[in-house]
């Protein structure tokens, strides 16, 4: 829903700007530019006549009608959600600071950097807003349906590679007696540099933007989703306020030039998203999760809307890699809370995943009790929150592909936090990477094909660990 929104969205802005300059070559254009506003609000008013009604979420809420007012308290109840909410709103306005530069000044670089007319601006405001369109398009596929903020950072890196390539190929573009027009200026190599860095940043704008408005949706309580959405848009205007007297400052007083402007927002980018990704480490978190499911592996996903989308739950897996956390946490919609051995869950590097991802060490009684038991307490706090714990009840790695015995720590679970249990089963990481088959083959290290299953909700006076064992086992069948 966001892709579209936000493919929409640029495509108006396209259509709106191309609409503009055929209206002022217009002789008597005051009359066709007035009726083309009028005309617009009303199709917008008879488009918003289709939408659905929905009921007021809190009917009793009292607006002020004081807008300076109300508009500040919208905007403090925006930035005073969670981090990852009130965070997620400052990188959407930051991206229509930068979107808001880069639209401003494409006339002008058109003109002054491409040697073009009017076509040439066409074609430039045309690469960028569907490139931002294809991105955000893009984004269901590579998010596999769900709210997959790991795109974030990735986003981010586009926006800042192609900004700084813009910059390096401008003023490639010889100049001629006549502008260039559309046609000449797609027969220039030189051209196509600049033409590339231009949709490259639209579509990773796109996958920048999008998981970042369904973030701010999906974790925003229902009964303030609509004045935070609100604060979202108010501080979206402030920071496109900001740019324009950025541009100014920088073109006027700095003099700067246009390829120079691109330089210096391309490495703000830098900043601004490294102080996200530091005060909210889940964007990084999920962006090597997102990284790992589609480099090493080709993960599938089968019957896992099984898994509710809200209450507690206990997710049961068979135990193959050190990476079966990574891989379930990528292929899940719901954040996983993982029970995993504590010298998997110190491991370098990983460890930085597990922690933010608030996974639980657990050690054998044995081996540190304190450990053990802090466990069990964790995982009872999470259940009773309503959140989803993951466990792998054989306890370690398996040696040698077959599913070990479940140990009990499942029954105590149970017994203490009553939840529904949902059986899973990983098909085919055998062999791979990261799990401990002797016989692992080069290709499939590199690039596993793994299967992820889910069955049907298993009720707690049924969830034994022999029983679990036998689920788990029936959903992997054969695949190793």
């Known amino acids: 829903g966001n892709g579209l929104v936000e493919m929409g969205t640029f495509l108006a802005i396209l259509a709106g700007t191309i609409g503009a300059g055929v209206m002022m070559s217009s002789g008597n254009y005051a009359t066709v530019v007035a009726g083309g506003i009028v005309g617009t609000a009303v199709l917008g008013y008879l488009a918003s006549r289709w939408i659905p009604r929905a009921a007021a979420v809190a009917p009793q809420m009292k607006l002020d009608w004081n807008i300076f007012k109300q508009s500040w308290a919208t905007l403090r109840l925006g930035l005073g959600q969670t981090p990852a909410v009130s965070r997620s709103i400052v990188g959407n306005s930051w991206f229509w600071f930068l979107g808001a530069i880069y639209l401003t000044q ?53 926006l800042t590679l192609f900004g700084l390539l813009w910059w ?42 999008v998981p970042l408005y369904a973030l701010i949706q999906a974790r925003t309580p229902e009964d303030q989703r609509a004045r935070v959405i609100a604060a979202n848009n108010i501080l979206n205007a402030l920071f496109m306020v900001v740019s324009a007297i950025v541009t100014i400052v920088l073109l006027s007083l700095a003099d700067l030039s246009i390829p120079q402007l691109f330089l210096v927002v391309s490495l703000l980018n830098i ?48 135990h193959v890699s050190f990476v079966d956390a990574l891989l379930i946490g990528g292929a899940i919609r719901r954040p996983i809370r993982f029970v995993m051995y504590y010298k998997i869950y110190n491991l370098p590097v990983l460890n930085f995943v597990f922690r933010t991802a608030g996974a639980i060490p657990i ?118």
């Open 106 to 158: 494409i006339p002008a670089y058109a003109k002054d950097w491409l040697h073009g007319d009017e076509t040439v601006v066409t074609l430039v405001l045309t690469l960028f807003s569907v490139g931002i369109a294809v991105g955000s398009l893009l984004c269901e596929r590579l998010s596999g349906r769900k709210v997959e903020i790991g795109l974030v950072p990735f986003g981010s890196f586009g």
């Open 168 to 209: 390096w190929h401008s003023g490639d573009v010889p100049a001629a007696a006549a502008p260039h027009d559309w046609l000449s200026l797609l027969g220039m190599s030189q051209a196509w540099w600049i033409m590339v860095s231009i949709v490259g940043l639209g579509v990773f704008g796109g996958f920048y933007i």
């Open 271 to 318: 900043a601004v998203n490294a102080y996200i990704f530091r005060i909210v480490p889940e964007f990084t978190m999920r962006f090597l999760i997102w990284l790992l499911s589609h480099s090493m592996y080709r993960v599938e996903h089968r019957d896992l809307d099984r898994i509710p989308d809200e209450g507690a739950a206990l997710l049961v897996c068979n």
């Open 363 to 480: 050690a054998g009684r044995s081996e540190d009790e304190a450990t053990y038991e802090r466990a069990f307490a964790r995982i009872a706090e999470y259940l009773q929150a309503g959140e989803v714990v993951c466990i792998f009840p054989e306890g370690k790695l398996t040696a040698d592909g077959e599913i070990d015995v479940f140990k009990g720590g499942v029954s105590r679970i149970l017994q203490e936090t009553p939840v529904p249990v949902i059986p899973l089963a990983l098909q085919g990481l055998w062999g791979s990477f990261f799990s401990r088959d002797p016989a692992k083959g080069f290709l499939r290290r590199l690039w596993s094909r793994v299967t992820l299953v889910a069955g049907a909700a298993i009720p707690v006076e049924a969830a034994q660990p022999e029983a679990l064992r036998e689920e788990v086992s029936a959903l992997r069948g054969d695949l190793r």
